[in-house]
């Protein structure tokens, strides 16, 4: 089954060096507009976004890093 609609909420964690020296809304826009048209559409009711530069999440517990 694929989910969509107000029940499909997606949380994305981020880690990047390119965040450094950027605040909440700037490190935000460029996930969000890959996800424009999902949002727009209501396919994708919500997404949150946890972006970070490195030594940000060096400071956090919890999360598993992959590099891809």
């Known amino acids: 089954m694929i989910a969509s609609g107000e029940d ?10 390119e965040f450094t020296g950027k605040n909440t809304l700037q490190r935000q826009q460029p996930i969000l507009e890959l ?9 994708l009711h919500a997404l949150s976004i946890k972006a970070r530069t490195p030594d940000e999440q ?7 890093q992959l590099k891809l």
């Not at 060096?58 to 598993?64: D, E, K």
């Open 8 to 17: 499909c909420n997606f949380e994305v964690y981020i880690i990047s060096i």
């Open 35 to 43: 996800f424009k048209q999902e949002l727009g559409t209501g396919k």
């Open 58 to 64: 060096g400071m956090q517990s919890g999360l598993v």
